[in-house]
C-alpha cells in the first residue's frame, strides 16, 4: 500500500459507491492472476443479484454465461464502468468489484530498526562491499567497517563523542582484523599490524591455553608440531578437542594398553584438525560489520520529494541525527523533550547531511547517497525514479539507511554515491531511470495525439520520437541520453522525473483496466484440431503474433494491455499472449509434450495445471541458479588483486595455510592493494 486515502479521494462507482482498493494495471499483464479480474466481475454480479457466488476452482462460469447474468442485473455487459475521481469522469472503463483480499502480517511499524548505541540494524557484507569500492566510495566503508562498527571497543561512546564534536574516522585494527588475530592466535600464529604493515610470526597463543596431551602435526603446516591451542569456548569443535584431549591423558597417566592411547591419539589428531578448520574459514576474512547509526524499515513511494531526497520515519530522524541536533544545541534536554527548537535544528542539520540508502541486491547500484527530510510515517519514503537502479518495489521491500557521521564520509556519500554521481560515472543507468510502469503508460497514452508529444517534447527539453505511432520507453531514453551528453546528469534526471510525474498524472486519469474479456471481442485464429504437438506450437506462434499486430491503442478490451507491451511500460507479448490464447506444448513430469489449450483468460484445466508443473519447477530452479552464480561473481570480483599475505590468503579456500607460511617465513605484508588496507582499519591511500 502506497497511500491511505478517504473515501471521499478515491474513484466512486456511478451510484456513489466508493472504490476501497485500487490495483495498478501495470501489475497485470507480467503476472498469473487474470483469476482476480474474473473474481472482481463475479462478486459484482452476486453483489446486484443480492446471493452469494460459489464458484469451485477450474468450475468458473464461461464468457456467454457471465454476459448473459451482467445483462440481467443492469449491469454493463462488458463488466466496466467509468469511475469518477474528483467529480471528474475518467477517461477509460474500469473493471470494478468485490474481491476477497488478504492482508499479510506485514506492518511498517514491525519492521522499524534504528540503532545509534546498540545493536544495529543492519549487516552489509562482501557484496555490499564490492558496490562500495566499484564506486570508489572508501570513506563511506571505513566508517561501515570500521568507525562505527558495534564491535569496536570503543563504540559505547561514539554516540556522546559525535554529540560532543567532530569524530575522526577510526585508524585500525578494525573489528574484522582484531577476530582474525584472535583466531590466528589460537593457532599459534601471531598477526600484528606495525604502521602500515601486516607481520606474520608463530608464538605462544595469548590468554589462556590448552596444552596437549601429546604433540600433534600443526593442520595448517604439517611439518610443525603442536603442542598447546588457544582457548575459544565458543566453537562447539574446541569441546569436543577438550574432550580427547581429557582422554588421551587419562589414557597416558594410567599406563593404559599401546591400541587404546594410539587410537586416542588419532582421535585428538582429528579433533585438532576439526577444531583449526571451523577456527578459520574463508567467510571469516571477508568484509563484513554490523554497524551504528543506521536503521532498516520498510519502503514506499514518496509523492512530494526529490530524486536526490528520502522521506526518514521521525523515530529514525531523532535517533540518527539526534547527536548532531544535541552537538548544535549544545545539550540534551531540548532534544529529549523533541521542543519546537530542536525539530528546527533536525530538519537543518537533515537538510545539510547526506545519508546512503542500502538493500542486498544484485544490481549495481545497490548504494545510493540522499538528501533526508522527516516523514511522517514509519516507512522510509523514496522516489519512484530510483526503483529500478536499487532493485527496490514498494511491496513491502526494505532497506536500510546509514549515517556517515565523519566529515570524510559525508563529503565521500555526496560525491560518490548520489543518483547524480552513479549517473555521471555509468552513462548507461539512465535507462534504468527512464519512467516506467504506470508513468510510461501515461506517457504513451498522452503520446497518441499531436498535442500530447509536443508536451512530452517540452517535458523533456528535447524532441522525443516516436516508435512507430507511439512514444516509448525507448524513445524516451534515448532522448534522456541525448540530454545526459549534452547537458549533464543533472538534468537529465530533472527532465526524467518532469515526464514521469505527468504519466503518473495522466495514468491516474485515464481510468485504464484490464477488461475481464480480454480480447473476446476480437476474432482470432482458429484453434487447431487434434493433439499433434507441432500444430499447437504452430497455433502458439500464430497467437503471438496476432497479438503483435493488435495496436487500436485506444480501444478498451486490448486497448491498454497493447499500449502498455509496445511502449515497454511493462510486460511482453509473450505473457499478454497467454492471457488470451493457448500457451503451446509443456513437457510434463513424464517427459511427455502436452498441448495447453488454453489461456487464463479461459483459465486452464487441471490436466493443463498439472502438466506445467514441471516446467514451473525447472525455472524456479534456473532462477536460483542464476541468481546463486551472479553472488559468486560479484564475490569473485571483490577479492582483492593484490600479492600480500592478505589479498592471498582473502583469495584462498584453505586461509589458514597462506598465514601459516607466511608465519613460518617471518613475511611481512606490506598492504599495497586498497582492499586489504580497508580491511585492516586503514584509508584507501598511504
Known sequence: MSRILPDVDMPHLPDGTPVDLITSLSGLPTRMNFGVVREALMGRIAKAEGQAAVVPPFQAPR?????????????????????TTDKTRLLRPSTVGWVYWGRTHHIARNKLHVADREAAAQSPGEKEYAALSEAEAYEVVSELYNTSATDREDNDTLAARVAAGPVRQAGPPSPTFVDLALRLGAAGIRAEIHGETLTFGFGEPEGPSLRLARPVPHPYLPDHDLDEVGVFEQLPEYHALTEANDRLARMVESNAPDPLVTAASAQLDTRVREFFEALLRPHHIQFGARPLFCARTVIAPGRDIGFDQVGLADEIAWTLFGPLVIRELGGEEEVRGRSRLATQVLDKVMAQSW??????????????????????????????????????????DQAGVFLPITEDGQRDAGKRLALVAHLSRDPGLIRAL???????????????????????????????????????????????????NREGAQEALEASQRLMWRGFRVAHESGASMSPFLGATLARPPEPEGDRPEQWDAYAEEILGWMNSQRAFTDNDLGPVSLMLHSGARGNIYRAAQLVGAFGNVVDVHKRLVPIRHGWREGLTPEEVFARVAGSRRGIAEAVLRSETLSRNIRRNAMPTGHGVLARARRAEHPGVVFARAADRGECDPLEDVSSRLWVGLGATR
Request: glycine share 8%; aromatic share 4%.
Open 355 to 396: 545519508v546512503v540508502v542500502y538493500r542486498a541486491s544484485m544490481m549495481p547500484t545497490p548504494f545510493v547517497a540522499f538528501r533526508p527530510l522527516r516523514s511522517r510515517d514509519r516507512t522510509m519514503r523514496l522516489h519512484p525514479l530510483v526503483c529500478e537502479v536499487m532493485d527496490l518495489d514498494f511491496d513491502g
Open 434 to 484: 527512464c519512467p516506467k510502469m504506470d508513468a510510461m503508460f501515461g506517457l504513451a497514452s498522452l503520446g497518441l495525439s499531436p498535442q500530447g508529444r509536443d508536451e512530452i517534447s517540452e517535458l523533456a527539453g528535447t524532441e522525443v520520437a516516436t516508435d512507430g505511432e507511439i512514444v516509448t520507453q525507448r524513445t524516451l531514453t534515448d532522448a534522456l541520453r541525448k540530454i545526459l
Open 63 to 83: 464468457d456467454a454465461e457471465l454476459r448473459e447474468r451482467l445483462a440481467d442485473a443492469g449491469l454493463p455487459e462488458d463488466g466496466m464502468e467509468i469511475l
